[in-house]
């Protein structure tokens, strides 16, 4: 993952595990992925993200690898980031 790519905007990432890839985007949508199915864990990606929506992004994920996701809802921890589960 480039740690200078925050500076343009971009998420850039080369055959990085995908628990890596959803730290970095947490942090710059600033919400929190859960990873419910395991097998993910061993899967490596590569590519580049410049000024897209999250939702864009995870549609891509959905496409290339069946990766499905569904954002948590919490009612009693509003103020807290949002929650988002991969599967």
């Known amino acids: 993952i480039s740690e200078t790519a925050w500076k343009e905007h971009k998420i850039i990432f080369n055959n990085d595990p995908i628990e890596e ?47 499905q996701w569904k954002y948590i809802q919490n009612e009693e921890h509003k103020n807290e980031k949002e929650k988002i589960e991969i599967y």
Do not use: A, M, W
């Open 21 to 67: 890839i959803l730290h970095i985007v947490g942090k710059t949508y600033n919400v929190e992925f859960i990873i419910k199915n395991e097998s993910l864990k061993k899967k490596r990606y590569t590519g580049c993200f410049s000024n897209q929506p999250l939702e864009r992004i995870l549609k891509h994920f959905k496409r290339s690898s069946k990766i």
